[in-house]
């Protein structure tokens, strides 16, 4: 007689399937809630700095503190917020700060909780807490007005520039190499809850002027982002497409271009509050 066996097996694969894809889909859940800052935060270690000046320590919440480098400049007419890329900290902008203020801008970056001389640990909350205390160091204690404040977010600080520039009056955003959000650079498709720095949704809550500069050749967040958020902007906004751009060479990339688009972003604003 024929065996009966073919007849059971199609069931059995496929509870197995089933089975595999809900136990691997629980493990993603998993890493999603409680795995994903080990994932997306990568602080140098050990920091590039010492605390000394140039640098700064400012006081936070109990006894956390938030490095900041602060360079003014009294013939600028913005001062840019800088919120740096991951896997560095503020020594590796020791020489980078000083080319804003070459080209006429004041500059203040800090370091995320948890990176460089920063306390605490990194988390997407974390850096709301941070930006918004280097925010308040610039408008509070050194008598910036918000609207002469340009939030710049380079890849992960993307996040929290965008999340500042939603939340308070600043006088620009400007995204580099940045990202929708942190799970679409993994996948275009939705399908985990609980995304991080949710940047597309958030710019239509934006009122400030935007400038969006994103490499065509970015190997670490695709160039679709950039369109995407420079598509999500309310006008007015700007964009610097640079053809041979990657991701960690952008603004090097770009040479004369990447300070010709911030300077025209500014002129843009400065005309504007006329």
Request: aromatic share 10%.
């Amino acid at each position: 007689m024929p065996s009966r066996r073919p007849v059971f097996l199609l069931p059995r694969v496929l509870r197995t399937a089933v089975i595999a894809l809900a136990l691997s889909y629980l493990a993603l859940l998993l890493v999603s809630r409680f795995g994903v800052n080990a994932l997306l935060f990568h602080p140098p270690r050990p920091p590039t700095y010492t605390a000394d000046p140039p640098y700064q320590l400012l006081e936070r919440e109990g006894d956390d503190l938030l490095a900041v480098r602060y360079i003014p400049n009294s013939n600028a007419r913005f001062t840019i917020l800088y919120s740096h890329g991951n896997a560095e900290d503020l020594g590796h902008l020791d020489p980078v700060l000083p080319w804003y203020v070459r080209e006429g801008f004041g500059v203040l970056a800090y370091d995320y909780s948890g990176y460089g001389r920063s306390t605490g640990h990194p988390s997407e909350q974390g850096t709301y807490r941070d930006i918004e205390r280097a925010y308040r160091f610039l408008t509070e204690e050194q008598g910036v007005a918000p609207g002469r404040i340009l939030v710049l977010g380079k890849s992960v600080g993307s996040g929290p520039a965008t999340e500042l520039a939603r939340r308070k009056p600043v006088g620009g955003l400007i995204l580099e190499s940045a990202f929708t959000s942190v799970y679409r650079v993994a996948t275009p498709v939705r399908f985990l809850p609980g995304d991080r720095y949710e940047n597309l949704a958030k710019l239509g809550e934006v009122d400030c002027p935007v400038l969006v500069i994103h490499g065509k050749q970015d190997e670490v967040i695709p160039f679709a982002h950039g369109e995407a958020l420079y598509r999500a902007a309310e006008p007015p906004k700007r964009r610097l497409w640079v053809e041979r751009g990657h991701h960690n060479d952008l603004m090097f990339a770009a040479g004369p271009d990447y300070w010709r688009a911030l300077r025209e972003f500014s002129h843009a604003l400065e005309a504007g509050s006329d």
